[in-house]
């Protein structure tokens, strides 16, 4: 029997300082449960209102060691998947991991006598045929997401579920070495994009590796280094380093991106340094779970990134990662692809990287206008600084899709070299533009920008 019950939440998204509330969620959560490998297993899930008859993307979230599908869905992703999933219609999966020891785990590829012994992969096969038969699945668009263990699981997916599962995205939760006793998982099957976080001072699974309930793990980066061979990526990633907003987290993120694999797959890693055993989000750990699990990073939203990842692949043809759609370091001295007013130049003042950028004097825009392709996300990036603005001066960011209304993703004064990323769910569109603006009243009052990248 299906029990309902309806949840409701509220989130907050940052943006360049600034926080937006979103609306009340208009979904429904549901508790169901079905019978695989003779077991009954029990799982939750969050479905949107008004979900139409189109076939819409399954996003499956997975607990960690002693978690629960509830956890997964409030303490560790904040409701932010079902906020996402109420916004652009799709369906997200809370599945219940087997109880040992009296905590809820995952069979992961660890051999250890504290995995359960419960054939996972067929569970979650057998999940994704329940969505399939009770609602209009796009099968081309299942997901896997993992914290801690689930994460681990996730690995274990994309290795043996990958002609079913389109992308994983996993936090502080690698894989295990590859040793005979130890890691029961074979190679990559097939290309799998994956995005995966980790913390250096996470005091559950250690960074650089190491025996973790009696089975040896590798070291994080180790584990992007594996995907990164396994999907045949570029092995020099494009670094970002991400706006340290949340300066009393203890930690600050930056973003590898390794571009170009196999049937367009990726691998996105953000190594928090400083960080702990935690799903980036919002919501600072309470004093005592800081001393157990360390610090959460706050500088990003590990859920917005995950989705906005997840719709830019689909199984076999995975999108965005064959290379970027926009990309200017302005070296060539001029601004082709740009449409500008006012004044609007190529400096060697200007450059963040490099010798020139581009830079904006007193009233000035530029504009460039993207085709996506199909993209269903982009992740948009660049670096940018300030010089002589007066109070009430910014220099502002947007972006539109298909000619419609702006959205402002920020706007900003200071005067030291930033950069920024973010993602930009474009599902549907055919055109992306982006808008650097600067309001100033004076000749010398400018605004600079470099490294623009839209991928």
Known sequence: MTIRRLMTATGIATIFGFAAATATLAGTTYSDSIVSGGVTRTFLYFEPSSLGTTARPLVIALHGSNGSASGMQDNVTEFRFDELAETDKWLVAYPDGTEVDGKGRWNDCRITSNNPTTDDVLFISDLIDYFEANYNIDSDRIYVAGHSNGSMMAHRLALELSDRIAAIAGTTGGLAEDTTGNNECGGAVNPTPVIYEAGTDDPVIPYAGGTVS???????EDTVAFWVGANGTSTTPTTTSIPDTVTTDN??????????GTEGSEVIYYKATGGGHAWPGPTQFGALKIINNGYK???IV??????AFFSNHTLGSTGGGGGPLLSDNFEDGNLTGWTTSGT?????????EGSLGARLS???????SIALGGAGAVDFSFAYKTANLDAGESLKAE???????WTTLGSASTTSWNTVSYPITTSGASTLDIRFSLNASGSTERGFIDAVLVE
């Open 214 to 220: 009696g089975a040896d793990l590798r070291a994080q």
């Open 251 to 260: 930690t600050t993120i930056t973003k590898y991106a390794y571009s170009g």
């Open 297 to 299: 990073p706050q500088d």
């Open 302 to 307: 590990f859920a917005d990134e995950a989705w």
């Open 344 to 352: 609007v130049v190529t400096h060697s003042g200007a450059a963040y």
């Open 362 to 368: 007193q009233t000035a825009s530029m504009t460039a």
């Open 399 to 405: 972006y539109r899709l298909d000619a419609g209304s």
